[in-house]
């Protein structure tokens, strides 16, 4: 059953070390305290065991997966490694991903597919960099972009999306509410155009130098539901407020 509850993610990204389990700890505190939003935290996959252990409700996901079960792929993990470790979710299709390992939209859908398949949940990334905004196409290249990586078994029982332009992602800078409410609007259209009314129950999240400041007004535009946060996740004082502006 596709969950409506506000979803926040955290994306430690090549942060974080055993010590961290503390941070954890008080996420998880957090996440307790705020039984309506569903909470998760991607760090490291070296240290997804370790979360896994600590973490109370808070869902503990991978940043990545391979597309196939096994096999020659040096350095790589299967989803069924990272769930075995302890995650029920991945990450994939992260822009620093499509960027550094020049993942395609085709191999983030199979990524996906992967995790479904092993029984995990996706969140699945898109967004466009700062010359697709400033071309005026921005719209047409995200949703082409997500049309082109949702695996066909997509639903919101497993899978989310998450709206992160890549101008925003680190920088401090966020699109206008009017801007995320129209990218927003057009993912939602393209995903009840490619799933039917399963397109509806999937969660559109949106990444992009979420903080405390502005968490609030950018979880209350029509269609955000939730947020993908990077740098503000690394530490409980600035990702539990982020929990607690979520409606
Ligand atoms: C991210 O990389 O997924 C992200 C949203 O990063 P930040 O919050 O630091 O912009």
Redesign the pocket.
């Known amino acids: 059953m596709a969950s409506t509850a506000s979803y926040i993610v955290g994306?430690w990204?090549m942060n974080g070390s055993a010590a961290d389990v503390a941070v954890l700890q008080a996420i998880a505190e957090a996440a307790a305290a705020n039984g309506h939003v569903d909470v998760g935290i991607c760090p490291p996959a070296t240290l997804i065991a370790a979360f896994a252990a600590a973490a109370g409700k808070v869902q503990i996901g991978a940043q990545d997966c391979h597309a196939k079960a096994s096999g020659a792929h040096t350095g790589n993990l299967s989803a069924a490694m990272i769930r075995e470790a302890g995650a029920t979710c991945s990450?994939v299709g992260?822009?620093?991903r499509r960027a550094d390992q020049g993942e395609t939209d085709a191999d983030v859908a199979a990524k996906a597919e992967a995790l479904h398949a092993a029984g995990m949940g996706a969140i699945l990334?898109v967004g466009e960099t700062l010359e697709e905004r400033d071309s005026g196409n921005a719209i047409a290249i995200v949703t082409a972009q997500l049309a082109a990586s949702l695996p066909a078994s997509a639903s919101g029982d497993w899978l989310s999306v998450?709206y992160?332009p890549v101008w925003?992602?680190?920088?401090?800078r966020v699109p206008v509410a009017e801007d995320i409410a129209a990218m927003h609007a057009a993912l939602r259209a393209t995903l009840v155009a490619k799933l039917g009314e399963a397109g509806q129950g999937v969660r559109i999240l949106y990444?992009?130098?979420?903080?405390p400041a502005n968490a609030a007004e950018i979880l209350a535009i029509a269609d955000v539901g939730g947020?993908?946060?990077?740098?503000?996740?690394l530490k409980a004082e600035t990702f539990i407020p982020i929990i607690e502006a979520a409606p």
């Open positions: 994306n990204k990450i992260h822009s620093e990334c998450a992160e925003a992602i680190g920088t401090g990444g992009g130098s979420v903080n947020a993908l946060v990077g740098g503000a996740s």
